[in-house]
């Protein structure tokens, strides 16, 4: 039943409107730029949003061994980017403490691809992102974080670290700069594109 | 813990003050909805079917005239996601807006995403 009248709204339905989301991920440890990265690409000021989780908490003075619940929120940081009329790019942080793991999963369903972002001086913050990259498929490109000067090994020595194949791109950025954003962005889709083209042709 | 996997159940309730507006209800029963699926209302938030609404409710139905995704409804609202959920779950159940699951792009909207970013 379709009216056609001055209510702009009637008889639309779901696959009539034209537009598709997609999403890329950006982590890496906690203060590596991830945020900043989101800010500097993104159209609008990143958004924040939480999630509830509860933790159970054991007291360990409490002889009883009740079981405690708490509830505490985790932050999600993100921007948008609309590529055309039709598709908008959304553009996640993860968060970077480790407790809050199980919200990678929920971020990671659905991701094309991830910029993990890596700090020379603190290398291994980046592992857990990588590993969990890794396990789950998902491709993604290493971005080494150059800010304050921080650069103390090459591509090659951050490639050798980290343990990840030479397909997989590693690319020294300045993420507080647009354009060095945007490097590692275009990296990424281009490489999800060569995997996805090499995955359907068979190569 | 695995995803899906219930936070909550009834039992903390308004306890957990979030979780009032939804009247203590924890679960969406619109287990598809993700953080960027697409939302887009069918009457606008000032349509006379919509006045037994929760003043949430209007304000999800305000935010998303045009197609916006959970997240930045969660966002502009600051509530948490999961109750924004409930939330849209209520105006779905009531045919008041519409939702589009994401898909797995093909490589045509990959390209077109490649070529956005390059313009940026």
């Given at each position: 039943?379709?009216?056609?009248?001055?209510?702009?709204?009637?008889?639309?339905?779901a696959d009539e409107?034209?537009?598709?989301?997609?999403?890329?991920?950006?982590?890496?440890?906690?203060?590596?730029?991830k945020t900043t990265m989101v800010a500097s690409v993104s159209e609008i000021p990143p958004l924040r949003t939480e999630e509830l989780i509860t933790e159970v908490s054991r007291d360990v003075d409490d002889l009883s061994g009740i079981e405690r619940k708490t509830t505490t929120?985790?932050?999600?940081?993100f921007g948008r980017i609309t590529i055309d009329p039709s598709?908008?790019?959304?553009?996640?942080?993860?968060?970077?403490?480790?407790?809050?793991?199980?919200?990678?999963?929920?971020?990671?369903?659905?991701?094309?691809?991830?910029?993990?972002?890596?700090?020379?001086?603190?290398?291994?913050?980046?592992?857990?992102?990588?590993?969990?990259?890794?396990?789950?498929?998902?491709?993604?490109?290493?971005?080494?974080?150059?800010?304050d000067g921080g650069q103390f090994y090459t591509v090659d020595e951050?490639?050798?670290?980290?343990?990840?194949?030479?397909?997989?791109?590693?690319?020294?950025?300045?993420?507080?700069q647009r354009e060095s954003s945007r490097d590692?962005?275009?990296?990424l889709t281009e490489h999800v594109l060569a995997l996805a083209t090499a995955a359907t042709t068979g190569g | 813990?695995?995803?899906?996997?219930?936070?909550?159940?009834?039992?903390?309730?308004?306890?957990?003050?979030p979780y009032a507006v939804t009247r203590g209800r924890t679960r969406s029963p619109q287990a598809e909805l993700e953080m960027i699926t697409l939302v887009v209302a069918l009457q606008p938030s000032d349509h006379p079917s919509v006045t037994r609404l929760d003043p949430e409710h209007v304000e999800i139905l305000a935010r998303c005239q045009r197609p916006t995704s959970v997240a930045e409804i969660a966002a502009a609202l600051k509530l948490p996601l999961s109750v924004v959920?409930?939330?849209?779950?209520?105006?779905?159940?009531?045919q008041l807006v519409l939702f589009r699951a994401s898909v797995p792009p093909d490589l045509h909207v990959l390209q077109a995403v490649i070529n956005g970013i390059r313009r940026l």
């Open positions: 039943m379709v009216f056609v009248g001055s209510d702009p709204y009637s008889g639309r339905r409107f034209p537009v598709s989301a997609v999403k890329l991920l950006v982590a890496g440890g906690f203060g590596v730029g929120t985790v932050a999600l940081d598709i908008v790019l959304y553009l996640f942080g993860t968060p970077g403490q480790d407790r809050f793991w199980f919200m990678w999963n929920e971020l990671a369903d659905g991701a094309l691809g991830a910029v993990v972002l890596a700090d020379t001086r603190r290398l291994d913050n980046c592992f857990p992102a990588v590993d969990f990259f890794e396990r789950r498929g998902i491709p993604f490109v290493i971005g080494v974080n150059c800010f951050v490639r050798d670290a980290l343990g990840i194949p030479a397909t997989t791109p590693v690319l020294l950025c300045d993420v507080r590692l962005l275009l990296c | 813990m695995s995803r899906g996997q219930i936070w909550f159940d009834d039992a903390a309730g308004p306890l957990v003050r959920k409930i939330l849209i779950s209520d105006l779905i159940e009531r």
